[in-house]
T-cell receptor
Framework: GAVVSQHPSRVICKSGTSVKIECRSL??????MFWYRQFPKKSLMLMAT?????????EQGVEKDKFLINHASLTLSTLTVTSAHPEDSSFYIC?????????????FGPGTRLTVT | GQNIDQPTEMTATEGAIVQINCTYQ??????LFWYQQHAGEAPTFLSY??LDGLEEKGRFSSFLSRSKGYSYLLLKELQMKDSASYLC??????????WGAGTKLIIKP
């Protein structure tokens, strides 16, 4: 149980285009999902916390107009990187918290490697 | 500020035991997690400690001392597949996960 899927796993796009990444909790409901970014050999950096039915909470320094987050249902959150630039190339990982569980373990998706050319 | 410290890199021999330490200073504490992350993959859950003491799960054990702001992950009977980064993360008073930079563990035959 507690499986999180992410799509696509890899994407290459041209500068100036937008890319949408989906994060789904497959066998549990997730009122809260998290979006992380990770550069090579660096730790996870939390970008935003996505709450079902409400606006996402962005971390300091993360542009909300550039990284659009939508959490329209209890099993799906999407991250759209708008007007992508080469510096947006990174490994994007989502995680979800199971609403039914007592402690706040986060289940991670497999990640999406974005390359902007 | 909030801070989590763990060694950057460690090397150990196949079949041996290794202990990865983590010290933390956070605003509040609601538990400590250890995750394993292989290169190019997302983290996978290893353990969760919220009370002091040792939690054992097969070859892996995790220890917590809240008064010392200290935890360690103990890996026994090391296998080559254990080569990975090990991330320590603390859940603070706002239930936000604060991440350490990770310890890269290299296993040699």
């Amino acid at each position: 149980g507690a499986v999180v899927s992410q799509h696509p796993s890899r994407v290459i796009c041209k500068s100036g285009t937008s890319v949408k990444i989906e994060c789904r909790s497959l066998d549990f409901q997730a009122t809260t999902m998290f979006w992380y970014r990770q550069f090579p050999k660096k730790s996870l950096m939390l970008m935003a916390t996505s709450n079902e039915g409400s606006k996402a909470t962005y971390e300091q320094g993360v542009e909300k107009d550039k990284f659009l987050i939508n959490h329209a249902s209890l099993t799906l959150s999407t991250l759209t990187v708008t007007s992508a630039h080469p510096e947006d190339s990174s490994f994007y990982i989502c995680s979800a918290r199971d609403s039914r569980r007592d402690h706040s373990e986060q289940y991670f998706g497999p990640g999406t490697r974005l390359t902007v050319t | 500020g909030q801070n989590i410290d763990q060694p950057t890199e460690m090397t150990a021999t196949e079949g041996a035991i290794v202990q990865i330490n983590c010290t933390y200073q956070t605003s509040g504490f609601n538990g400590l997690f250890w995750y394993q992350q292989h290169a190019g993959e997302a983290p996978t859950f290893l353990s969760y400690n919220v009370l002091d003491g040792l939690e054992e799960k097969g070859r892996f054990s995790s220890f917590l001392s809240r008064s010392k702001g200290y935890s360690y992950l103990l890996l026994k009977e090391l296998q080559m597949k254990d080569s990975a980064s090990y991330l320590c993360a603390v859940l603070d008073s706002n239930y936000q996960l604060i991440w350490g930079a990770g310890t890269k563990l290299i296993i040699k035959p």
